[in-house]
């Protein structure tokens, strides 16, 4: 177990965004999978959760587990009639593709069947449970699935629609170099998972920005689509919730709260005060 000190560390991924005359809005960085040792949640967030007039997530987690969101999910992740994956793939790929698969408990003949971003989607989501980490255990869900039994007010920065849409468009490379750079995550997945854990568990922001950074890759039309795009109209809904008078606690990726594009620096540029914890800084 973490200790209390380390505990209290976690609060470099809180911060707080403040315009002179209105409400405070708070930002926590979460993981969408996670340990026992990321619980119980900071004070700060608690505090924040139990002031703020509204909850804000990434979408609605609670339609993810629907079989309704399931089945449009499966329905645009299917290659089309008569097409297979390894088609568009070298022998050599396919064949570590299919290893790996059955490594995380899917047979080839599935995974064929796939598109190349849907399987990515599906191994990345084993690779994790295999690691020892659950996406049950994400703080979104968790702050999400309080909320709703508390019946607090919750914003939905985007729909699970647009989300899959996203996931859908982010294949711009062939098939064989995404499934390439697939195995070589699935091989370091252990490893990335844990290094990410540990610096979420000590409040790390700078760490995750750069682990975040090596994820793209230098593929900047990837990180303009998955952070910048979306910081900028989540940036939009929070700040005209917050010129009705709201305050608003938004639980999203910690990688959209880190870096030089992240939403903190939007709110900075509109005139807004950031604060880390107690201090103003500069982010």
């Not at 309704?68 to 070298?90: C, E, I, V, W, Y």
């Not at 508390?150 to 996203?166: D, G």
């Amino acid at each position: 177990m973490h200790s209390h000190c380390q505990q209290q560390k976690r609060n470099g991924l809180f911060w707080t965004v403040k315009l002179p005359e209105l409400p405070p809005l708070h930002f926590f960085g979460a993981l969408h999978f996670g340990t026992e040792q990321m619980y119980p949640l900071p004070q700060v967030l608690e505090d924040a959760y139990q002031a703020d007039d509204a909850i804000a997530f990434e979408t609605n987690l609670g339609e993810l587990s629907t079989p309704r969101f399931n089945a449009m999910m499966t329905d645009m992740g299917r290659q089309p009639n008569g097409s297979h994956l390894s088609q568009n793939l070298k022998t050599e790929t396919w064949n570590s593709l299919s290893a790996i698969s059955l490594k995380l408990g899917y047979s080839p003949e599935y995974i064929n069947t796939l598109q190349s971003w849907y399987c990515a989607s599906v191994l990345t989501s084993a690779a994790l449970r295999l690691a020892g980490l659950n996406s049950h255990l994400g703080i979104d869900g968790y702050i999400f699935q309080r909320s709703v039994i508390e019946q607090r007010p919750v914003i939905c920065l985007e729909t699970p629609q647009k989300q899959l849409e996203l996931l859908a468009s982010i294949n711009p490379e062939t098939d064989e170099v995404f499934i390439q750079h697939t195995i070589h995550e699935l091989a370091d997945m252990a490893k990335f998972s844990h290094e990410m854990l540990d610096y979420w568990l000590d409040g790390n922001a700078k760490g995750l920005a750069r682990l975040v950074a090596d994820g793209f890759e230098n593929n900047n039309e990837l990180q303009k689509l998955m952070l910048e795009d979306r910081n900028r109209q989540w940036f939009d809904k929070l700040h005209s919730a917050n010129l009705q008078n709201m305050s608003v606690l938004s639980v999203v990726g910690a990688g959209h709260l880190v870096g030089p594009d992240s939403i903190l620096n939007l709110f900075q540029k509109n005139g807004y005060v950031v604060t880390a914890g107690s201090q103003p800084q500069q982010v």
